[in-house]
């Protein structure tokens, strides 16, 4: 009996960090998602030029929107990504 209460209460521990964790990576992937397409569609129509190579990639997929807007500033001062 003790046994299988200590299973039952291990196995809602883990659902629940499964869904803790499930919940936070969603947010990471759409956030990276996003980023990447603000960053093809400002390139797209702006024409900046801006060439997809891992570093771009990374920036966008860690810090999703905003690192795409960082890159696009950086572009478009001249100070990176030129």
Known sequence: MVEELIILVVAIVVAVV???LLKTATKMAVNAILGLLVLIVA???LGLGIAYDWLVILIC???GV???LLIIVLNYTGIAFV
Do not use: C, M, S
């Open 18 to 20: 499964l869904y803790k």
């Open 43 to 45: 390139n797209t129509v």
């Open 61 to 63: 997929a860690v810090a």
């Open 66 to 68: 905003v690192g795409a």
